[in-house]
């Protein structure tokens, strides 16, 4: 039969290489580079960190454009030349206070490269500095590639934003994204533009400090909820956080429909993650890898159950560093040739005892790799101090530079939700009881019952966060809402701009403009509100502030230096 054939002609083929002579054992025929024996790709060996890097600068690129992304598109409204909270005369009383002990010292408490700029064109400076990391956090998504003045650039950069941000760029994923951009600062060679830069393997140092950052990232935001609001501890606060959270996504809206025991295992599966898990960082390489995987698993199902910006994007970044090549290897093609099979060749040639030339450049960034080391550990000590405090204070930072932080997130769990609805009305009277009042609508915090959340993330609308804060404070709190109700009142171009809807869109300015306070509740599933097509149920609480006109607000402006708003 044809089926026995070929098992037939080996004894055959043998016999014949005999008769010829060739009566010594037949050597074996070296398996193809990049194979095993059987013919299947050769796996990478363990220990190795080479496609590590690859993965974390890239992921670390990515959160950097969406940031200087949405730097690009709000920061003039939100801090340039008109914006509702402008740096410049941030700056400017930064200036003033320090005015008697030197430069230095303003510099060092808000550091910026805006201090070297014109600032007569705060807008375009602002634009510069976004479109210069847009470009530069391209580049490295792009390719792979990135040397310490590329990553250095980005740093600096952002950090020039974030000291000039104020209310806006004060929340803990801000500080979060320059201490890890600082660290991958020491991943990349200095000038090389390579993705396997042979002569400069990645730091254990280095990574071990991504390692040290998720470590603290997920064991501060556990600590701070068990000794915060007490429906951490007995296990109700998922109840609650779906409906009350910043800006809400529909996900979330069908994950607080779900019964009161899968809230529990919530809140549970909570605390393992973040109080017990990080340590496995600490317990060799299956359980550092299992570490990451299930931090990253997590911050998935964060991203999909609301819009906390690039929170939970950014903390999936140090968690790549419990990674190695072995781990990651899936990744990237076996061609031959490629990434995957250079790193393997590699490790072939490390496994033979074959060792680069060490050179004086090597030697230097050794030395500056233990320098890092030094000095995260010496910025660590009020860190620790505070993670171990009854009272530990979340998203601090102890130095401008902000190289190593405290962190955490919803150490208390507000029960209830309201929402400032600003509202404008052409009626001549505003207490006149047939004036007729339009609903401004945000980009995306709850306004309109009907309208479904919004699903953004990694995006941001800053101002949409901030109204949510607003909300359970006063407006004399939160001044910017007065900035911004002014704005309104003149149907200023840069204002409406961070809004989704006007009602005065081309049409005359309103007269007035007011903020009223309501509580929110989604509606429930099934029930005749989520038949009408509404996701919320509201309820006037009662005024935010009380209706205001431009000449009502001339004196208020000009005693904060705010430019008075023109018409448009």
């Known amino acids: 039969t ?48 080479w496609l590590t890097r690859i993965v974390l600068l890239r992921a670390l690129a990515f959160i950097y454009f969406v940031a200087f992304l949405v730097a690009l598109h709000q920061n003039k409204q939100l801090i340039g030349d008109r914006g509702l909270l402008p740096c410049r005369a ?63 650039t980005l740093w600096v950069l952002y950090m020039s934003l974030v000291n000039v941000g104020q209310i806006w760029y004060s929340f803990g994923w801000e500080s979060q994204l320059l201490e890890t951009g600082f660290l991958g600062i020491f991943l990349c060679p200095l000038w090389t533009l390579s993705r396997l830069p042979t002569g400069t393997p990645p730091s254990q140092i280095v990574l071990w400090g991504f390692r040290w950052l998720i470590f603290r990232i997920m064991l501060g935001a556990g600590l701070i909820k068990i000794r915060g609001d007490r429906c951490w501890r007995d296990l109700t606060c998922m109840d609650f956080h779906y409906e009350t959270q910043p800006v809400p996504n529909p996900m979330a809206y069908l994950l607080h429909q779900s019964p009161w025991w899968a809230h529990r295992f919530e809140t549970l599966s909570n605390h393992f993650l973040e109080l017990v898990v990080p340590f496995f960082i600490f317990l060799g390489r299956r359980l550092c890898i299992l570490h990451g995987a299930l931090q990253i698993l997590f911050q998935v199902v964060l991203v999909i159950s609301g819009n906390l910006s690039f929170l939970n994007w950014l903390t999936m970044v140090p968690s790549v560093a419990c990674f190695d090549d072995a781990t990651l290897g899936f990744l990237f093609p076996s061609a031959p040739g490629g990434l995957k099979d250079r790193v393997r060749k590699m490790q072939e040639e490390a496994a033979r005892g074959a060792r680069p030339t060490l050179r004086y450049g090597c030697v230097v960034r050794q030395a500056v790799h233990v320098a890092l080391g030094i000095l995260v550990a010496w910025l660590s000590v009020p860190v620790v101090l505070n993670l171990l405090s009854p009272t530990q204070v979340m998203n601090t930072s102890f130095n401008s530079l902000r190289i190593v932080n405290t962190y955490g997130a919803f150490g208390s769990i507000t029960k209830e939700r309201t929402e400032v609805i600003l509202q404008g009305t052409a009626s001549p009277n505003a207490s006149a009881p047939d004036a007729v009042w339009e609903d401004y609508g945000f980009k995306c915090k709850p306004g309109d019952p009907g309208r479904r959340p919004c699903l953004i993330s990694p995006y941001h609308y800053r101002l949409d966060w901030l109204m949510w804060f607003a909300a359970f404070q006063t407006y004399e709190h939160n001044e910017w809402i007065i900035h911004l109700a002014g704005k309104l009142l003149a149907n200023d171009r840069e204002a409406v701009s961070l809004l989704a809807f006007n009602p005065f869109k081309d049409r005359a300015p309103p007269r007035w403009v007011r903020g009223e306070h309501y509580r929110y509740k989604f509606s429930r599933l099934g029930g005749r509100h989520a038949a009408a097509g509404r996701w919320w149920v509201r309820k006037r609480i009662g005024p935010y502030f009380p209706p205001l006109s431009l000449r009502d607000l001339e004196g208020y402006f000009r005693s904060r230096d705010w430019p008075l708003p023109e018409l448009e």
């Open 90 to 152: 941030y700056l400017e009383s930064v200036r003033r206070y320090f005015r008697g002990r030197g430069g230095w010292d303003a510099v060092s408490y808000a550091p910026t490269v805006l201090w070297l700029l014109d600032w007569s064109h705060m807008n375009a400076n602002l634009d510069a500095l976004a479109l210069l990391g847009l470009g530069v956090s391209s580049f490295v998504l792009v390719t792979g590639c990135a040397n310490v003045v590329l990553m250095a």
């Open 2 to 49: 044809r089926t026995g054939g070929p098992a037939m002609a080996a004894p055959e083929e043998t016999l014949r290489r005999r008769k010829a002579g060739n009566s010594g054992p037949e050597p074996e025929t070296p398996p193809e580079s990049g194979r095993d024996p059987t013919g299947c790709p050769a796996r990478l060996r363990t220990g190795t960190f």
